[in-house]
């Protein structure tokens, strides 16, 4: 059974700076595809970030190319999202998803497994 937990949200002022993380159990994940979603209140799931099993290709939503950066490690089946120059705009919960495949996936309806969810808060 696929398990993905997701750490390292909080409180932040603009500006400021969170690593998420999000930990996947039950399989070896190097042949899956991950991704970062966030939802804020009364908007649909976006995707902020992702990265395909090779750890090449991602993709970046343009509200945060050049201020997200998505990783993954998979030794320790983690996939990590560094989020730099917080805005209040990027408050939402946060979560992560894996999906066994090829290429980059940006669908929330390409992925099957998704974690509990995080919240960032960004203050003004």
């Known amino acids: 059974q696929v398990q993905l937990v997701e750490s390292g949200g909080g409180l932040v002022q603009a500006g400021g700076s969170l690593r998420l993380s999000c930990a996947a159990s039950?399989?070896?994940?190097?042949?899956?595809?991950m991704g970062w979603f966030r939802q804020a209140p009364g908007k649909e799931r976006e995707c902020v970030a992702a990265?395909?099993?090779?750890?090449?290709?991602?993709y970046y939503a343009d509200s945060v190319k050049g201020r997200f950066t998505i990783s993954r490690d998979d030794a320790k089946n983690t996939v990590f999202l560094q989020m730099n120059s917080l805005k209040p705009e990027d408050t939402a919960v946060y979560y992560c998803?894996?999906?066994?495949?090829?290429?980059?996936?940006?669908?929330?309806?390409?992925?099957?497994?998704w974690g509990q969810g995080t919240q960032v808060t960004v203050s003004s």
């Open positions: 990265i395909s099993w090779t750890g090449g290709p991602t």
């Open positions: 039950g399989r070896t994940f190097s042949n899956y595809a």
């Open positions: 998803a894996v999906e066994y495949g090829l290429g980059l996936k940006i669908r929330p309806r390409e992925y099957d497994y």
